[in-house]
């Protein structure tokens, strides 16, 4: 569905040099797949995300999304952000609506569909409420509830629980564990928790900087058990502590290079 073919993206600085933000990645991703990815501060995450969901344009390379050039964003990718971006002034109704609002769609449409939403996301009841009035967990139940809405067939998402405190993103790793078996979407989802990459990715891709690149790529079992399991016994398990360590450590020596490269 996702064809990524040597993309690579620089960055020209006001003092005239160049950041090369990433290079060469070349990444095939399949429909209805759960990829995480996974790398130290500034290796290009956000980067490769805006480029697929279109906001940049990469410096060279080609990405098709399914079999059509990418060149601007489209309601094809939606994006949820960090934090939710929702808009203050209006209430959840309005904004899980206003994809499909202005699009056109009348009310009397988009009301059912904002119930059958609130119900996915757990929200039931919400509708009205304002949105500051919202906990950080809720407003981004309400930001995945709005890319829903406007139906996308992959649905990226930079670090979105980044903000969240310990067990909300807990629930929140259940929850979107749920969205992806019951919708059957493609979600790619940035994260430089090795928990929530091990956890939210069928395929976990760790990238490495300087310049940003793919390193090491994983199949992993662990988002495919929690069907019918609980994450709280999957962390415990032998094969996902080892996975664990080995890639925490792997992105610590990153981190350790970062550091000592950029003293005097
Ligand atoms: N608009 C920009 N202008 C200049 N440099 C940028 C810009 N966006 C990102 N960069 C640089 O590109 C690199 C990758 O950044 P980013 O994609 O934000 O990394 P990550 O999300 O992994 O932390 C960093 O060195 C960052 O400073
Ligand atoms: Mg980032």
Not at 186 to 197: D, F, K, P, Q
Request: proline share 5%; aromatic share 6%; hydrophobic share 40%.
């Amino acid at each position: 569905m996702l064809h990524i073919d040597n993309v690579s993206m620089s960055f020209s600085l006001p003092d005239g040099s160049c950041v090369e933000a990433l290079k060469n990645i070349s990444l095939e991703i399949k429909k209805g797949e759960l990829i995480s990815i996974l790398g130290p501060s500034g290796c290009g995450k956000t980067t490769l995300l805006n480029i697929i969901a279109g906001f940049l344009a990469p410096t060279s390379g080609q990405l098709t999304f399914n079999n059509k050039t990418i060149s601007g964003p489209s309601a094809e990718r939606g994006m949820v952000f960090q934090k939710g971006a929702l808009f203050e002034w209006m209430n959840v109704r309005n904004n899980i609506s206003f994809g499909p609002r202005m699009q056109g769609r009348p009310s009397s449409q988009t009301d059912q569909q904002v119930e059958e939403l609130l119900q996915l996301v757990g929200l039931q009841g919400f509708a009205e409420k304002a949105v500051y009035a919202l906990s950080g967990g809720m407003q981004q139940r309400v930001a995945l509830a709005r890319c829903l809405a406007n139906d996308p067939d992959v649905i990226l998402m930079d670090e979105p629980l980044g903000a969240l405190d310990a067990l909300t993103r807990e629930k929140m790793q259940a929850l979107i564990l749920k969205l992806w078996q019951e919708t059957g979407k493609t979600i790619i989802l940035i994260t430089h928790s090795v928990e929530e990459a091990l956890l939210l990715g069928e395929r976990l891709i760790v990238m490495a900087p300087r310049p940003g690149h793919i390193h090491q790529s994983y199949e992993l079992p662990f988002a495919g058990q929690a069907v019918n399991q609980d994450l709280r016994e999957i962390k415990k398990q032998p094969d996902y502590r080892d996975k664990y360590e080995a890639i925490l450590s792997m992105i610590w020596d990153m981190e350790e290079d970062i550091m000592g490269t950029s003293q005097p």
